[in-house]
Structure formats: C-alpha cells, structure tokens
T-cell receptor, first 113, second 113 residues
C-alpha cells in the first residue's frame, strides 16, 4: 500500500493568500484526520471525518480554516486568508477500524511569510 | 478531559544501552494508549497500542510498553537501542472506538556512539 499521501510537501506563501493542502487516505480506510504540529502547541487535532462526514471540527482554529472530504479517497484543508501564525506542519492521518490506531502521512510544511 | 504528560523533553542514550521513555496519562475511563515515533521530516509511525489484556505489549522495532493502571503510566522500553532509534517519540491516549487522540509533547531521543 502507498500509505497516506499528502501534497504539497512544502508550501511557502505570502500572508493573505489562499492555501490548499491535499490528502489521499489509505484505500479502504473510513476515517480521516487533520492534525497541525508546531513547536509551541505540539500536535493538535483540527478535524476528523468518518465515512466522508465531518464528525468533530472543534479543533479548527478559525473560520479561515475549512476542510472537505468529497469522496473516500480525497480530502482538502483550506486556509483563506493565510497568516504567519498558520506556519506549521500539517498532517493527514487515516484509520481503518476503530481502535487500530492512526496512519499518518508525511506532512505538509507550510510557511506563511 | 484526557491528557498526556511526557516528562522528559530530551533523552540521550548510548548505543546498545537500555531505554525507558515515560508517559503518564489522565483519563476518566479505560484508556486506549499508543506510542508513535517520528523521524526528522517524516510523519508519525505507530509503534504499539494497548486497550486491554496483557499489560505488557510488544511493538515493532523491538519496543515494548507496560500499562500500569495504579500509576496511570504507559512507559516505553527497549533493551538495547540502535543509532537508527534516534527520533521523537509521542505517547497518545484516547477512548476506544474513537480515534480522537490526545498526544503528549514528545520526547526527543539522541543516541551517542
């Protein structure tokens, strides 16, 4: 299996620009998670989906953040407009069955100038 | 609320020596516990998990962890570390059946020759 795929791996943008991060979960996995990792706050869960439906988005920091999962094989996390404090590594993870743990992608390192 | 404490930010161990990384959790019910490893520039990889049964669980790469309910601990151990074990290690806790995990702040492991 190819594992969780994320793109781009690195993104550098200017404040105010729209940023879209993409994730392809492992085939057959029915849950998908977006995490953000920073030195100051560690790993934070932003949102997770089950069977393409958003279950909990309480971790989404602001209305500038939005996430979609139009089908079982694709999800996006969008930031509009981006700000320097959004600079972080964003991870996507998927899981097959409850209790089996999460499988993480390699992450997208976002830098907002 | 669930929480995880990893009291050691950074640990240095000689190659071939034994290792123990500490993890303490706070959770109102039976916890579902994980250890993940993150190599530089990579995503998180699941080392092992525990929900019930034998309190000593074996994982990949020769790691094991012991659940001690009385101490609210889930420490990770390895009898003999290899230079390739240098990485950051994260403990996580969550409810079974829901992958909404809370991660600790991580312990960075350095291996010296």
């Amino acid at each position: 299996d190819a594992g969780v795929i994320q793109s781009p791996r690195h993104e550098v943008t200017e404040m105010g620009q729209e940023v879209t991060l993409r994730c392809k979960p492992i085939s057959g996995h029915n849950s998908l998670f977006w995490y953000r990792q920073t030195m100051m706050r560690g790993l934070e869960l932003l949102i997770y989906f089950n069977n393409n439906v958003p279950i909990d988005d309480s971790g989404m920091p602001e209305d500038r953040f939005s996430a979609k999962m139009p089908n079982a094989s694709f999800s996006t996390l969008k930031i509009q407009p981006s700000e320097p404090r959004d600079s972080a590594v964003y991870f996507c993870a998927s899981s097959l069955e409850q209790g089996q743990g999460l499988y993480f992608g390699p992450g997208t390192r976002l830098t907002v100038l | 609320a669930q929480s995880v404490t990893q009291p050691d930010i950074h640990i240095t161990v000689s190659e071939g020596a034994s290792l123990e990384l500490r993890c303490n959790y706070s959770y109102g019910a039976t916890p579902y516990l994980f250890w993940y490893v993150q190599s530089p520039g990579q995503g998180l990889q699941l080392l092992l998990k525990y929900f019930s049964g034998d309190t000593l669980v074996q994982g990949i790469k020769g790691f094991e962890a012991e659940f001690k309910r009385s101490q609210s601990s889930f420490n990770l151990r390895k009898p003999s570390v290899h230079w390739s074990d240098a990485a950051e290690y994260f403990c996580a806790v969550g409810p079974f059946g829901n992958e909404k995990l809370t991660f600790g702040t991580g312990t960075r492991l350095t291996i010296i020759p």
